[in-house]
T-cell receptor, first 113, second 112 residues
Framework: GNSVTQMEGPVTLSEEAFLTINCTYTATGYPSLFWYVQYPGEGLQLLLKATKADDKGSNKGFEATYRKETTSFHLEKGSVQVSDSAVYFC????????????FGTGTRLQVTL | DAGITQSPRYKITETGRQVTLMCHQTWSHSYMFWYRQDLGHGLRLIYYSAAADITDKGEVPDGYVVSRSKTENFPLTLESATRSQTSVYFCASLGGAGQPQHFGDGTRLSIL
C-alpha cells in the first residue's frame, strides 16, 4: 500500500534559521507528491507539489525536490520567519486512485524570535 | 464567495446520538472527500465521492455514512456517535486529476 513517513516534531527554530523537514514515501504506481500547511484553527492549504521525478516544487521560499531514487520529498526553506509556524504535512496521490491523498502524520514547526 | 465551507465549526454531543457534519462547495468540483485528523495519525480518509450519487469507502469508514444527492454538498453522518470519533473533521474538494485538493476549515467534534 501507500504510506508517507515524516520526521517527528515539534521542530523549534530561531527566525532566519534553515529548515529541513524530511519526508519519505512508499507507493504502488507513480505518485504525485505534495506539501500542505495548516495554520492554527484553519484547514490545510497546498504549499507546493511535484508530479514527476526530479521536479522541484516551490512556493513562498519553500522548496522540495521529488527524488525517486531515495523515495523522498524533503521540505526546505533557507530562512524561516515567525509567520511560518504551522503544521506541515507531506502527502501523495497515485494516478488512478481518484486522487485520494495519503498523508504523513504532520510536523509542527515553531519559529521563535 | 467561492470556496468550501463546513458547518458547524464546533460540536459537542453525547455517545449514541446521531450527528451530521455539513460540507458545501461552490466550484462544482466532481470529487469530494472527508478526512479525520487525530494526533499521531495525520489525516485519514473516511469516505470520498467522485460525483453525485457515487461514493466509496476510504481508510476508516466504520461508523460513518455519507450521501451526495447534489454535486455541491457532501454531508457526513455519525449514526451512533462513540468517544473514539472525537476528532477534527475536514472536507475537501477536487476539480480533476492533477489538481490540488481544497480543504474546508474543519469541524471540531467532541463526543462525551
Amino acid at each position: 500500500g501507500n504510506s508517507v513517513t515524516q520526521m517527528e516534531g515539534p521542530v523549534t527554530l530561531s527566525e532566519e534559521a534553515f529548515l529541513t523537514i524530511n519526508c519519505t514515501y512508499t507507493a504502488t504506481g507513480y505518485p504525485s507528491l505534495f506539501w500542505y500547511v495548516q495554520y492554527p484553527g484553519e484547514g490545510l492549504q497546498l504549499l507546493l507539489k511535484a508530479t514527476k521525478a526530479d521536479d522541484k516544487g516551490s512556493n513562498k521560499g519553500f522548496e522540495a525536490t521529488y527524488r525517486k531514487e531515495t523515495t523522498s520529498f524533503h521540505l526546505e526553506k533557507g530562512s524561516v520567519q515567525v509567520s511560518d509556524s504551522a503544521v506541515y504535512f507531506c502527502a501523495l496521490s497515485v494516478t488512478g486512485t481518484a486522487s485520494k491523498l495519503t498523508f504523513g502524520t504532520g510536523t509542527r514547526l515553531q519559529v521563535t524570535l | 464567495d467561492a470556496g468550501i465551507t463546513q458547518s458547524p465549526r464546533y460540536k459537542i454531543t453525547e455517545t449514541g446520538r446521531q450527528v451530521t457534519l455539513m460540507c458545501h462547495q461552490t466550484w462544482s468540483h466532481s470529487y469530494m472527500f472527508w478526512y479525520r485528523q487525530d494526533l499521531g495519525h495525520g489525516l485519514r480518509l473516511i469516505y470520498y465521492s467522485a460525483a453525485a450519487d457515487i461514493t466509496d469507502k476510504g481508510e476508516v469508514p466504520d461508523g460513518y455514512v455519507v450521501s451526495r444527492s447534489k454535486t455541491e454538498n457532501f454531508p457526513l453522518t455519525l449514526e451512533s456517535a462513540t468517544r473514539s470519533q472525537t476528532s477534527v473533521y475536514f472536507c475537501a474538494s477536487l476539480g480533476g486529476a492533477g489538481q490540488p485538493q481544497h480543504f474546508g476549515d474543519g469541524t471540531r467534534l467532541s463526543i462525551l
